[in-house]
T-cell receptor, first 114, second 113 residues
Framework: DQQVKQNSPSLSVQEGRISILNCDYT??????FLWYKKYPAEGPTFLIS?????DKNEDGRFTVFLNKSAKHLSLHIVPSQPGDSAVYFC?????????????FGKGTKLSVKP | EAGVVQSPRYKIIEKKQPVAFWCNPI?????LYWYRQNLGQGPELLIR????????DSQLPKDRFSAERLKGVDSTLKIQPAELGDSAVYLC???????????FGPGTRLLVL
């Protein structure tokens, strides 16, 4: 049973518009969430993270929102650029001790069209 | 600062042959992870090291997979013998502690024929 779900395999957005990538999780013990971006033939690159004590974290064009009651998080990219075209993975973990292992979703492929 | 280094980048072998992957983590990172990523899936943890100690190898198929991290720095992941289903990308990651942000290498793409 998947603990981290990205239900949209792909998303297409026009350059300059907002991209919204969604992620749902089932394990209420998760308290740390990350987004990674992956280009073809490269490893995942860390993008942004959020702890469960927050509901929003912003870094430049990237903002992650966390709704703990709904067990849902989303990544907003504003404005979207063609270079943002990549596969985006949502990941979750339980902080501390030996529980720091990341559980990944299957990814969402974002295409930003010029 | 150099990132996580992995080699080789690509490997093609016939089934039943052995294969090994090497990883050099970011300097100073005590925690090292090996993940396997199948096509269309997210990475899945195989093994996690804290320094030299394997603290979580519950997902490592121990009948054919082995790993080591001598001196708590570089690590090697081995498959012997390889099976067709082992075709995947093998990713190494490191972090400064046992939780938080993990930084990934470029991966080794394995094809078993």
């Amino acid at each position: 049973d998947q603990q981290v779900k990205q239900n949209s395999p792909s998303l297409s957005v026009q350059e300059g518009r907002i991209s919204i990538l969604n992620c749902d999780y089932t394990n209420s013990m998760f308290d740390y969430f990350l987004w990674y971006k992956k280009y073809p033939a490269e490893g995942p690159t860390f993008l942004i993270s959020i702890s469960s004590i927050k509901d929003k974290n912003e870094d430049g064009r990237f903002t992650v929102f966390l709704n703990k009651s709904a067990k849902h998080l989303s990544l907003h990219i504003v404005p979207s650029q063609p270079g943002d075209s990549a596969v985006y993975f949502c990941a979750a973990s339980v902080e501390g001790g030996s529980q720091g292992n990341l559980i990944f979703g299957k990814g969402t492929k974002l295409s930003v069209k010029p | 600062e150099a990132g996580v280094v992995q080699s080789p980048r690509y490997k093609i072998i016939e089934k039943k042959q052995p294969v090994a992957f090497w990883c050099n983590p970011i300097s100073g990172h005590n925690t090292l992870y090996w993940y396997r990523q199948n096509l269309g899936q997210g990475p899945e943890l195989l093994i996690r090291y804290e320094n030299e100690e394997a603290v979580d190898d519950s997902q490592l198929p121990k009948d054919r997979f082995s790993a080591e991290r001598l001196k708590g720095v570089d690590s090697t992941l081995k498959i012997q013998p390889a099976e067709l289903g082992d075709s995947a990308v093998y990713l190494c990651a490191s972090s400064s502690s046992g939780w938080g942000t993990q930084y990934f290498g470029p991966g080794t793409r394995l094809l078993v024929l």
